[in-house]
């Protein structure tokens, strides 16, 4: 015999009693083996993912998309990116929700329940730009640490709930106010319940814009558990670490919020150039707000072939923070001249927007497209990497697919 050691009838017993059913060989199981059927299902299964998403890590839950599942006007929640800093909440009793706004610049503290909060305040809807500040990580050099994203941490789905500047107003500002600051209800990757994963917010004038939303509904349903239920601040246009998930606490702040992930290299980057793998002193680094000018083409997938003669049609997204993209251009040979696309106006302020071409190729053989999008104020986006930073943040490098016509 071998010295395998061979799972306890206890246990067997046990397990046996969650499977339903006699495991016919449970007693030469190795011992702290888990049956299949009682593992934690995949990450697809757990968060409703298309399988084609990518998983970038499991401790915390990160997954971004592949630019082709982006094709949608609205992103479908299994399209959407996942972003943890922590743990997400296990026990989420939504009749008990509160959310409690309190802090040294409010007038006087107060307490909601999600029912509150849905029957005393206007409700609307807006299409909002969600990107994650460190997409396009992957692209630096010298290479930064956290998730090395590609281009996948963006959605813009459809949320729904109440204005953020609605409930500011009912508890009362002081004139003192400087930022509002989300605490959440995830669990910090020690488990320790005294440590946040993290604690951001916007400054005081995003929050009183029309679009900045304390959501309870993502795409008409409730907000998937992962991306927020039963409550999220979105902040559309800004690094969508602004837009805190599980949200049951605001608060009011007279300074710039100092909560986990709001100083020292975490969301911010140098407030002026520096060179590639420069130490930059905290003093000199500023928080993200805007994000920049962003496209992507998400079809025809990168690889594509397409007969002589024929020609492409091309779609995608772009978006630009808070402000509109004025000019959406393509390219076929390398950034040498450009063509305009057609570009439609954002359903609303901070939606992104989509663009179209019908592309035709000179003669057979390998081509890229390339796609630059250009915002109100004339920035355009930088064709290869923009400038570096230490934690990889901002990378609005213009999206590339190769084809082929044959
Ligand atoms: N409570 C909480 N809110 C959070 C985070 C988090 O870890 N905890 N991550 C932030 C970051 S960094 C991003 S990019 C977005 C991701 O949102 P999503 O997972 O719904 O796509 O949520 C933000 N809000
Ligand atoms: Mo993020």
Known sequence: MNRRKFVKKTTLAAMTGVVGCDIVFGTVMPRGYVPLSLQDPDPFTLFDKDRGMVVLNDRPWNMEARVHLLDDRITPSKYMFIRNNGLIPEDIAVENWVLTVDGESVQQKKRYTL????????????????????NGRSEFNPPAKGNQWTIGAVSCAEWTGVRLRDILEDVGLKDTAVYVAYHAADLHLSRNPEKEPISRGVPMDKAMQDETLLAFAMNGRDIPMVHGHPLRLVAGGWPA??????????????????????????????????????????????????????SLITYPKSGAMISEGKKLNIRGHTWAGELEVKKMEYSIDFGSTWETCALEKPANRLAWQHFSASIDFPKKGYYEIWARATDAKGTSQPMLLPGWNPKGYLNNACHRIAVKVV
């Open 115 to 134: 029912q509150d909060l849905k029957s005393k305040f206007a409700h609307h809807t807006y299409q909002l730009t969600l990107e994650c500040g460190g």
């Open 241 to 294: 670490s602004a837009s805190g998930k599980w949200v049951n606490r605001l608060s009011i702040r007279n300074k710039i919020h100092d909560g986990p992930k709001m100083g020292g290299s975490s969301y911010r980057v140098p407030c002026n150039p520096v060179a590639p793998g420069e130490k930059v002193a905290d003093e000199d680094m500023c928080i993200i707000e805007s994000m920049p000018v962003k």
